[in-house]
């Protein structure tokens, strides 16, 4: 008697250990792309926010005059920062990049002042790029407007490719993660099946048989979400440690926003599947249950 307690024991402990371990590594793969999202959206928004244009100012512009514009663009909500750049400081960077000031052999210094201009991420695109060039345009001060337009293309495009293969590849591997949480939990319930039937003869409702078998799998979604939390934050950890500074990219918000939505679909998927697979042999005839 105590030997078969043992065995039952024993296999009740390997039967949720491997439903366990089998949920947690399809929530582990959902979690990474969770946050490569995040981390594709973090450095999308740090790329855009660091590619600068030059406003170009003329040379009869007064200094007072140069930092009340200064100052008008900086109170534009599209504006990040703006960085002031005189004719002096203009010829000394040119000097360090060509090893040679360019006034000793022109005679005069033929660079413009500008006005180096950041935007907000939601506005580096090329089509917010051209009201923002019409609206800058507008200032009696500006002489020209300097900006990479073949690379703000190509950085929003990719971004955008970028996202929807994200997308497409969550969609997919969320599907892929039902499924196999699914064929786990009905794996589990398939031993039981006698035993649900049974207890409809006695005449139990179909709620009151599903509630112990959708807490047993809800306990074992938050077991799995645990252990998937814990292999997401090792593999982070071997990623700073390989990568310095990788981790600085992510917020800790973000981090625990990826985390609950681990623990919410742990538990989610878990509630969804036991109740499919429960209603299968709830639905099935006595006949049946013998030839599956």
Excluded: C, W
Aim: aromatic share 10%.
């Amino acid at each position: 008697m105590a030997e078969n307690k043992k065995v039952s024991t024993i296999s009740f402990f390997n039967s949720r250990l491997t439903s366990v371990v089998s949920i947690a590594l399809v929530l582990f793969l959902l979690g990474l792309i969770f946050l490569m999202g995040l981390l594709g959206n973090k450095l999308s928004v740090y790329v855009k926010e660091n590619i600068s244009f030059s406003i170009i100012l003329k040379d009869s512009q007064k200094e007072a005059d140069i930092k009340r514009m200064q100052k008008s663009l900086d109170a534009l909500p599209f504006i990040k920062s703006t960085e002031y750049i005189s004719k002096e400081q203009a010829a000394k960077e040119l000097e360090e990049e060509l090893g040679e000031n360019p006034e000793t052999f022109l005679g005069f210094n033929p660079l413009q002042a500008s006005i180096e201009v950041k935007l907000h991420s939601d506005y580096a695109n090329p089509d917010s790029l051209k009201l923002i060039e019409r609206k800058i345009k507008t200032y009696t001060s500006v002489s020209d407007l300097l900006y990479r337009k073949d690379m703000m293309e190509m950085v929003h495009n990719n971004i955008k490719r970028v996202g929807v293969i994200l997308l497409v590849l969550a969609v997919i591997l969320m599907s892929i993660s039902f499924v196999l949480i699914s064929n786990t939990i009905r794996l589990l319930i398939y031993s039981k099946r006698f035993l649900i039937h049974t207890m409809k003869l006695v005449g139990a409702t179909s709620g009151f048989i599903r509630r112990p078998f959708i807490k047993y799998n809800v306990v074992s979604g938050i077991l799995a979400s645990i252990l998937a939390i814990l292999m997401l934050t090792g593999a982070l950890y071997y990623l700073q440690r390989e990568l310095s500074g990788f981790i600085q990219i992510l917020d800790i918000r973000s981090l625990l926003f990826v985390y609950a939505i681990v623990l919410i679909l742990g538990v989610l998927l878990s509630i969804i599947a036991t109740i499919f697979a429960v209603n299968k042999y709830l639905r099935m005839g006595v006949d049946k249950l013998y030839y599956i």
